[in-house]
DNA sequence: TCTGGGGTCCTAGGACCC
DNA sequence: TCTGGGGTCCTAGGACCC
């Protein structure tokens, strides 16, 4: 009886494939001389580093910082910087993805560059095995690296995948590890899945330094700082899978578009624009996503890196949700009026679609006075917009409200050419 | 003097993720 | 001089209701 009951306890088998250093794989797999030189790409406008190769690591260049600190260190290694390129990413990714798809009827993507993977029917394969199997396919069917951690459940997993990560086989079996516990003990508690900068501090402080403290923690202190959150990650470090794979795709929240302006803008007219341009791409997303938004938000704010720091936003309420751009961006720029102080240096801004139903469900209004005609001729157009948009290009068509002059345009100039989705960027063989 | 109690809904803010 | 963008979930507290 007990024995039923500790099988079945043990029963699940999660693995997480991670691509190592996303980001810079997708720019050497289409340009191989990058290959051993270290290499970072950008952030938008070219601000932080967002992606490091092995070779930058090892520099000690961490991620996310301002890439004016380390003018100094690309210069003296050669360091390689590119621009961020989101359409050639978008595209490996999905190819990554497709391939993950025939090693388990059950794949959560669960970012741009992981996967969990259901291996719970497999586990009685050696999974160390298919791991490599998985590790192999997609190196040779997309050209991308992973590695792949395999647990008992999905925070175990992620953390065996940082093992798998520095082992120089690419694939850890936590399940099968002799002593789960001296894992854990070399595990620093802000590595762990849901641990932040916050929650790492305050655990420290009060003596909890690794995964495996934390695993033995009091419950009752865990819970009173970090809630129901904490109660659960305590359970998973200690093999009892709480987090279930989400397979469904669930329908987005919420749907947000803001940039920061590579100057700062302080009048009205660019402010608006560039909030035109930003609803213009938001009600694009929402079409694509068969949503309509009830409730807008705008916001702008100065540069929280200088003095007087100042951040604005205001919020309306549709009385019929829509997704047509003309009627979201009307209600964008009175809200832009209200939030704009002149004399401010707006660093940035963005709009936010939230009350988000399905397309199909608007509710008519009673005081509604557009008439079914006019509503399908608006729905006519944005297809249009859209469909053009998407063969000739973003911004082939589009309103003369988003700007001609568009100074708060985002700034990349390292960026490496489409070549997966875009003719002209194709790579030429000669 | 002494001023209910419990439920629901909503929102803002705080934490986290990649 | 130069510091990303787009999400999720949870909780506490207030409003409101009977």
Redo the contacts with the bound molecule.
Sequence with gaps: MLSTVLDRKAEKRFALVDCNNFYVSCERLFNPALMGKPVVVL???D??V?ARSQEVKDLGIKM?I?V?RIYELIKRYDVQVYSSNYSLYGDLSGRVMSTLAYFAPDVEI?????AFIDLSGFRYRDLTEYGNEIRQRVLQWVGIPVSVGIAPTKTLA?LANLIAKKSSSGVFDLSVYPSMDEILSQVDVGD?????????TWLRDKGINTALQLKNADESLIRAKM???GVKLQLELRGESCLAMELLD?P?????????F???IDTLPELKEAIASFTH?AAE?LRRQKQSASVITVFART?P??DNFYSNSA?AELDLSTNYTIELSRVAAQLTESIYRKGQNF??A?VIMTGLVSEKQVQGNLFDVSNDEEKMRSRNLMSVMDTINEIYGRDTLRFASTGVIQVWK?KSEQRSPKYTTCWQDLLEVS
């Design positions: 952030s938008n406008n601000g932080c967002v996310g301002p004016f669960y970012s741009i560059d992981e992620k762990i899945w849901g641990i932040g900068f916050k929650y790492a809630g129901i959150v669930n987005k929240k919420g749907t947000c578009v803001s940039r920061s590579p100057q700062s791409r997303k540069s890196f200088r919020t660093k940035k963005g985002t």
